[in-house]
């Protein structure tokens, strides 16, 4: 039997400045260079953070645990974690690593509009292995960003630094959102058969006579299939097909709900139950939503 890892849950960024032994220049925010990193802070086990991290990575060796994947940072990648995932050094050298880690608490978005968008930004609920590989020219954008961080972060804290900072972030944030798009693209071979396996999926799910029993399919239900984070997979899903996985799903309910009424003589209450509504007027609702009339009209109309 494999031992449970012990996890060392770091609420408040403050707190992993103590643990590492590291004297931070602001209560909610600090930023450092991969090589000025104590080497005994570069082997600290399984972390669950209670804030947010991005990180710049190159020249890793070995690899990082990331919830429940491993990923070969040996290449320049950025990757996010966000509060409350875990993220275990145990089997890296960080030795000879170049980069940044980045590192704020909630707190220091309170009153700007990144309180509020970043709930936005999906990849901090991505996996390891849906890191954001960058090119050598976006590199040097984001590095760019970086430094003009810790070169705030280096100054003493007067009435603009905060606002500063937070721009900052969100230019780094954004930089990462269009190079993710980017990556969908470039690497639409493989997210393609990721397409095509996640279609065949629903297909076959939606094959079942009746759903009474096993429930209307949930986004997590074809992650996991896919061995995607949920966010990952409704975001490469929108880029390369224009629906989300929600969207996916609802488009093949509302296929096999216009077959039932259209090919059974069943009441639309008796249609809702097999599709796995629990009351009948979600079901209708839901098809009027979808289709402007009623299920009724649409059957006498049809």
């Known amino acids: 039997m494999s ?18 032994g590291v004297e931070p220049l602001h209560p909610l925010l600090g930023i450092i260079r991969l090589e000025d990193i104590p080497e005994y802070a570069k082997s600290m086990g399984t972390l669950s953070f209670g804030f947010y991290s991005i990180s710049l990575k190159k020249r890793l060796k070995g690899y990082i645990e990331y919830g429940r994947k491993t990923y070969d940072f040996q290449e320049g990648v950025l990757g996010f974690v966000g509060p409350n995932q875990t993220i275990s050094f145990d089997s890296c050298d960080a030795k000879e690593s170049k980069g940044w880690e980045l590192y704020f ?8 509009n990144l309180a509020y968008d970043i709930n936005n930004y999906g990849f901090f609920n991505y996996e390891t292995n849906e890191a954001l590989h960058v090119s050598k020219k976006e590199e040097e954008q984001m590095e760019q960003v970086f430094q003009n ?39 639409n071979d493989a997210d393609s058969s990721v397409v095509t396996t996640f279609e065949k999926e629903l297909k076959r799910y939606f094959s079942q006579n009746d759903f009474q029993q096993i429930g209307i399919p949930q986004v997590s239900f074809f992650s996991d299939k896919l061995n995607l984070s949920s966010k990952y997979l409704s975001d490469m899903l929108k880029d390369l097909t224009g629906k989300t996985t ?46 402007g009339e009623s299920p009724k009209s649409f059957r006498a109309s049809s």
Not at 105 to 112: E, G, K, M, Q, W
Request: proline share 3%.
């Open 3 to 20: 031992k449970t890892k012990k996890i060392t849950h770091i609420p408040k960024f403050i707190d992993l400045c103590k643990l590492a």
């Open 105 to 112: 608490d909630s707190d220091i978005l309170a009153n700007s």
């Open 149 to 187: 961080i810790y070169d705030e972060y280096m100054l003493p804290i007067d009435q603009f630094s905060k606002e500063v900072i937070l721009s900052n972030i969100e230019l780094l944030m954004t930089y990462s959102k269009r190079f993710y798009k980017r990556q969908f693209i470039t690497r």
């Open 246 to 291: 929600k969207e996916h799903i609802q488009f093949q309910l509302l296929d096999k709900a216009k077959h039932l009424l259209l090919g059974s003589d069943k009441s639309v209450a008796e249609i809702a139950y097999q599709l796995g509504f629990e009351y009948p007027q979600y079901f209708s609702r839901f098809f009027k939503e979808k289709t």
